[in-house]
């Protein structure tokens, strides 16, 4: 009888014994051939795998027979496993192994209490990604185990092989499928190396009767090699080829050939190289020239451009002369934009500065230095606006302002600026916060409020979501919001236009009813500003005569039209709602100022 480890517990014999009837009667018996009595510790398997960029795993297994008496000991049970480098190294192509592990006493008896009576041990290995092709290569993994316990290590060494990640190939090959040369003059051949590895290769190049022109060495650092190919007298055409020398035949199948390449040798006369290269040599000459002078023409015309589009009166402006910042909007995007199609792209440097007041306020220092700098190309057909975003940095303050700046290269412009001024947290809410309408409305009015004024549209989104109580008081079970049983919500957007100095009226617009009965809540989405205050509403569906209650109601009241709010003005940063992020202003929505 052998265990799963092929180590013999017993022998298990069939007895005849004579009955006194006369009857052989068959008995198994079990003689234990004293069962074992050691701890055993080794690896799961002499070998071990992973491909590159894993972490892979090497198996100890630690087996506590049901027969091991620990007596009164409390002696600990450690195990050691390390690394050796072979053709894998440490810290190039694995982490290097050094791993502790130690079992109490108490552990061990549990692994022999445990239904099989051993446990398996995961020692992690982390194998190297990189960019080179190459072979499968090997560590040793090495097991020792100290202890005073009576224990027996059965493989205590294991080999790792990493595996290359990727199925890529290094491919050798000639920059041309066809070279011509010339009757006893050298033609230069070069042959290409593509993808990286860390091996030599000799690579031998052969004409069509597979007979060796020249070996080529590829060291791992280079990728072109140029070799001299000398026809001799004769007019004629070969054919090269490629193919893997002997030292590197270990590499196939990592280290492909390209396709064969075909040199023509053409003859002429010296006197006819000599006419030639006078020829050539004028060529040459006359063709550079003939690029200067192009080029000091070309030069010329965009400097003759530039004048005349300054002179037609181009500009480059911010879209605004002052942007609003929210506090816990934290960006605000400024745009520029160009009067008319220029011959050539603007290449405009925008430069940001605290103005003196907010530097002096913020640092006690009136001296600020740009905080801000970036340059920008606006495409020379185009006349839309170029936006960016205008990030608050840490410690800005509300009321802070910043003065942006333009300038642009190669072009006189008029000068032009704009500033961003940073407004207290801006909060999104309804006006009024509650509402009760006939469930024969179908519809219910709703008003949005915001209490800044900031340069951007603001698109938000009112959905309405029936609540749990409703729900149950309506169905006679409570449905979650979203669940297939629950009505769907209805939503509705709106859009707050970007300030520009007139007065604009509050966004209202109806929405419907996602019950028939009951109360729903309205929630506010503000797209692309996540992080806007917002506050939710309710609406309550009561019936045609009779609120939720039972009480009579009386004649329906048409809600009152929202109000216009006044001119927006710039922030006062010396006033307690500008500064004062904690005010009432900034954090009721339902305060007078809010709305």
Same mark, same amino acid.
């Given at each position: 009888?052998?265990?799963?480890? @092929?180590?013999?517990?017993?022998?298990?014999?069939?007895?005849?014994?004579?009955?006194?009837?006369?009857?052989?009667?068959?008995?198994?018996?079990?003689?234990?051939?004293?069962?074992?009595?050691?701890? #055993?510790?080794?690896?799961?398997?002499?070998?071990?795998?992973?491909?590159?960029?894993?972490?892979?795993?090497?198996?100890?297994?630690? =087996?506590?027979?049901? %027969?091991?008496?620990?007596?009164?000991?409390?002696?600990?049970?450690?195990?050691?496993?390390?690394?050796?480098?072979?053709? &894998?190294?440490?810290?190039?192509?694995?982490?290097?192994? @050094?791993?502790?592990?130690?079992?109490?006493?108490?552990?061990?008896?549990?692994?022999?209490?445990? $239904?099989?009576?051993?446990?398996?041990?995961? !020692? /992690?290995?982390?194998?190297? +990604?990189? +960019?080179?092709?190459?072979?499968?290569?090997?560590?040793?993994?090495?097991?020792?185990?100290?202890?005073?316990?009576?224990?027996?290590?059965?493989?205590?060494?294991?080999?790792?092989?990493?595996?290359?990640?990727?199925?890529?190939?290094?491919?050798?090959?000639?920059?041309?499928?066809?070279?011509?040369?010339?009757?006893?003059?050298?033609?230069?051949?070069?042959?290409?190396?593509?993808?990286?590895?860390?091996?030599?290769?000799?690579?031998?190049?052969?004409?069509?009767? @597979?007979?060796?022109?020249?070996?080529?060495?590829?060291?791992?650092?280079?990728?072109?090699?140029?070799?001299?190919?000398?026809?001799?007298? /004769?007019?004629?055409?070969?054919?090269?080829?490629?193919?893997?020398? /002997?030292?590197?035949?270990?590499?196939?199948?990592?280290?492909?050939?390209?396709?064969?390449?075909?040199?023509?040798?053409?003859?002429?006369?010296?006197?006819?190289? $000599?006419?030639?290269?006078?020829?050539?040599?004028?060529?040459?000459?006359?063709?550079?020239?003939?690029?200067?002078?192009?080029?000091?023409?070309?030069?010329?015309? &965009? !400097?003759?451009?530039?004048? !005349?589009?300054?002179?037609?009166?181009?500009?480059?402006?911010?879209? $605004? =002369?002052?942007?609003?910042?929210?506090?816990?909007?934290?960006?605000?995007?400024?745009?520029?934009?160009?009067?008319?199609?220029?011959?050539?792209?603007?290449?405009?440097?925008?430069?940001?500065?605290?103005?003196?007041?907010?530097?002096?306020?913020?640092?006690?220092?009136?001296?600020?230095?740009?905080?801000?700098?970036?340059?920008?190309?606006?495409?020379?057909?185009?006349?839309?606006?170029?936006?960016?975003?205008?990030?608050?940095?840490?410690?800005?303050?509300?009321?802070?302002?910043?003065?942006?700046?333009?300038?642009?290269?190669?072009?006189?412009?008029?000068?032009?600026?704009?500033?961003?001024?940073?407004?207290?947290?801006?909060?999104?809410?309804?006006?009024?916060?509650?509402?009760?309408?006939?469930?024969?409305?179908?519809?219910?009015?709703?008003?949005?409020?915001?209490?800044?004024?900031?340069?951007?549209?603001?698109?938000?989104?009112?959905?309405?979501?029936? %609540?749990?109580?409703?729900?149950?008081? &309506?169905?006679?079970?409570?449905?979650?919001?979203?669940?297939?049983?629950?009505?769907?919500?209805?939503?509705?957007?709106?859009?707050?236009?970007?300030?520009?100095?007139?007065?604009?009226?509050?966004?209202?617009?109806?929405?419907?009813?996602?019950?028939?009965?009951?109360?729903?809540?309205?929630?506010?989405?503000?797209?692309?500003?996540?992080?806007?205050?917002?506050?939710?509403?309710?609406?309550?569906?009561?019936? @045609?005569?009779?609120?939720?209650?039972?009480?009579?109601?009386?004649?329906?009241?048409?809600?009152?039209?929202?109000?216009?709010?006044?001119?927006?003005?710039?922030?006062?940063?010396?006033? #307690?709602?500008?500064?004062?992020?904690?005010?009432?202003?900034?954090?009721?929505?339902?305060?007078?100022?809010?709305?």
């Amino acid at each position: 009888v052998w265990d799963r480890d @092929d180590i013999p517990v017993g022998i298990c014999e069939t007895m005849a014994v004579r009955s006194l009837w006369g009857v052989l009667l068959l008995v198994p018996t079990l003689w234990v051939l004293g069962a074992t009595q050691i701890i #055993s510790v080794g690896f799961l398997s002499p070998t071990f795998s992973g491909k590159e960029g894993e972490v892979a795993a090497a198996t100890v297994k630690v =087996e506590v027979p049901k %027969e091991f008496d620990f007596g009164d000991t409390k002696e600990s049970l450690t195990i050691f496993v390390t690394s050796e480098d072979g053709e &894998a190294k440490a810290g190039r192509d694995f982490e290097v192994v @050094d791993v502790t592990k130690t079992l109490t006493t108490e552990d061990l008896k549990r692994i022999q209490n445990n $239904r099989l009576g051993h446990t398996n041990i995961a !020692v /992690e290995i982390s194998l190297t +990604e990189d +960019e080179y092709i190459e072979p499968s290569q090997t560590f040793t993994l090495t097991l020792e185990v100290q202890t005073t316990l009576d224990v027996e290590e059965h493989i205590t060494s294991a080999i790792f092989t990493i595996n290359d990640k990727g199925s890529d190939t290094v491919k050798i090959s000639f920059d041309q499928t066809t070279y011509t040369a010339y009757a006893s003059q050298n033609a230069p051949l070069k042959l290409l190396k593509e993808g990286r590895i860390r091996q030599n290769i000799s690579v031998d190049v052969t004409f069509s009767d @597979d007979s060796l022109f020249q070996t080529i060495l590829f060291k791992p650092s280079q990728n072109v090699i140029e070799v001299s190919f000398n026809p001799g007298g /004769e007019t004629q055409s070969y054919s090269l080829s490629l193919a893997l020398a /002997e030292p590197s035949h270990n590499l196939e199948g990592l280290v492909v050939m390209g396709a064969p390449a075909e040199v023509k040798v053409m003859e002429f006369t010296p006197e006819g190289r $000599r006419i030639i290269r006078l020829l050539e040599g004028k060529i040459n000459s006359t063709v550079v020239e003939r690029q200067n002078e192009y080029s000091r023409l070309q030069e010329k015309y &965009a !400097v003759l451009q530039r004048r !005349v589009e300054d002179l037609q009166g181009l500009k480059v402006e911010f879209e $605004r =002369e002052q942007y609003y910042m929210a506090k816990n909007d934290e960006s605000v995007k400024v745009c520029l934009k160009k009067k008319m199609a220029t011959a050539e792209d603007l290449h405009v440097t925008v430069t940001a500065k605290k103005n003196k007041d907010s530097q002096k306020r913020d640092t006690g220092d009136e001296d600020a230095s740009p905080i801000f700098q970036e340059e920008f190309i606006i495409s020379a057909g185009s006349v839309k606006a170029e936006c960016f975003g205008f990030d608050m940095t840490p410690g800005d303050k509300v009321g802070a302002t910043f003065n942006l700046t333009l300038t642009v290269d190669d072009h006189t412009v008029p000068p032009n600026s704009t500033t961003v001024t940073i407004t207290k947290s801006l909060t999104v809410s309804f006006e009024p916060s509650e509402y009760t309408v006939s469930k024969g409305d179908k519809a219910v009015k709703v008003c949005l409020t915001k209490n800044v004024n900031i340069s951007e549209a603001l698109n938000v989104k009112v959905t309405a979501v029936k %609540e749990k109580e409703s729900q149950k008081r &309506a169905t006679g079970s409570s449905v979650p919001s979203g669940s297939d049983d629950a009505p769907p919500p209805t939503s509705q957007a709106f859009t707050f236009l970007a300030d520009s100095g007139a007065a604009q009226p509050d966004p209202c617009d109806n929405i419907g009813f996602p019950v028939e009965k009951g109360t729903f809540t309205l929630i506010l989405d503000v797209k692309d500003h996540p992080k806007v205050e917002s506050q939710p509403a309710t609406v309550t569906i009561a019936d @045609d005569s009779t609120d939720p209650s039972g009480n009579s109601l009386p004649s329906p009241t048409p809600l009152p039209a929202p109000k216009a709010p006044s001119a927006p003005s710039a922030p006062d940063p010396s006033s #307690s709602s500008a500064t004062d992020p904690s005010s009432s202003s900034a954090t009721d929505p339902s305060s007078s100022s809010a709305t």
